[in-house]
């Protein structure tokens, strides 16, 4: 079964608008990390927002935001007044365990969003 | 802070040949991992270490693959021989413990011809 599922392959907004990606995990730890990073056609993976699964609060970094709904198991990530130069590949992903930094990251397939004007 | 440095950015080679990748990771990091991405199969964990040794190799595909981490400053990924299917953007990422971040390099594009 697939631990990180993004059931959006594509996705389409205008500028200005708000869009969410949508992002569902599965995992039996208590403790584990959701991350989403954007990938743009130049390939980098840059890092865009984490949330801890004891985090009480939806974490946010500027024009980003993550719907976390534990219950749910769902990390959808919420970008605010899109901008032209967010069209790209983003992936949700998630680390296991206590450690923070000891484990690896499991991605999720991706969505690519196209941002016009 | 130059961040994680790959090289080459682009690798062109034949079948049958000796591929090598090579990372550098952020100073200080402890944790270094590789990731092979391909459109049919995403992001795949290949092989990560923890001060240099070897902790989960489970996702190297096959004997062909091998990675090691002789210091904390340097790592590779060697493909001996090299097939067709092997092609595809292979990424370094090193993080610390402690940090909850991982930062990638900027990948290896490889295509075997």
């Known amino acids: 079964a697939q631990k990180i599922t993004q059931t959006q392959p594509g996705m389409f907004v205008q500028e200005k608008e708000a869009v969410t990606l949508d992002c569902t995990y599965d995992?039996?730890?208590?403790?584990?990390?959701l991350f989403w990073y954007k990938q743009p056609s130049s390939g980098e993976m840059i890092f865009l927002i984490y949330?801890?699964?004891?985090?009480?609060q939806n974490a946010t970094e500027g024009r980003y935001s993550l719907n976390f709904q534990k219950a749910r198991k769902s990390a959808n990530l919420v970008i605010s007044a899109s901008q032209l130069g967010d069209s790209a590949m983003y992936f949700c992903?998630?680390?296991?365990?206590?450690?923070?930094?000891?484990?690896?990251?499991?991605f999720g397939k991706g969505t690519t969003l196209s941002v016009s004007s | 802070d130059a961040g994680v440095i790959q090289s080459p950015r682009h690798e062109v080679t034949e079948m049958g040949q000796e591929v090598t990748l090579r990372c550098k990771p952020i100073?200080?990091?402890?944790?270094l991992f590789w990731y092979r991405q391909t459109m049919m199969r995403g992001l795949e964990l290949l092989i990560y270490?923890?001060?240099?040794?070897?902790?989960?190799d489970s996702g190297m595909p096959e004997d062909r693959f091998s990675a090691k981490m002789p210091n904390a400053s340097f790592s590779t990924l060697k493909i001996q021989p090299s097939e067709p299917r092997d092609s595809a953007v292979y990424f370094c990422?090193?993080?610390?413990?402690?940090?909850?971040?991982?930062?990638f390099g900027s990948g290896t594009r490889l295509t075997v011809v």
């Open positions: 990422a090193s993080s610390l413990e402690g940090y909850y971040g991982y930062t």
């Open positions: 995992t039996s730890d208590p403790s584990y990390g």
């Open positions: 949330q801890g699964s004891y985090d009480q």
């Open positions: 992903a998630m680390r296991e365990g206590t450690r923070q930094a000891g484990t690896a990251l499991i």
């Open positions: 100073s200080g990091h402890d944790y």
């Open positions: 270490f923890n001060n240099n040794v070897p902790i989960d």
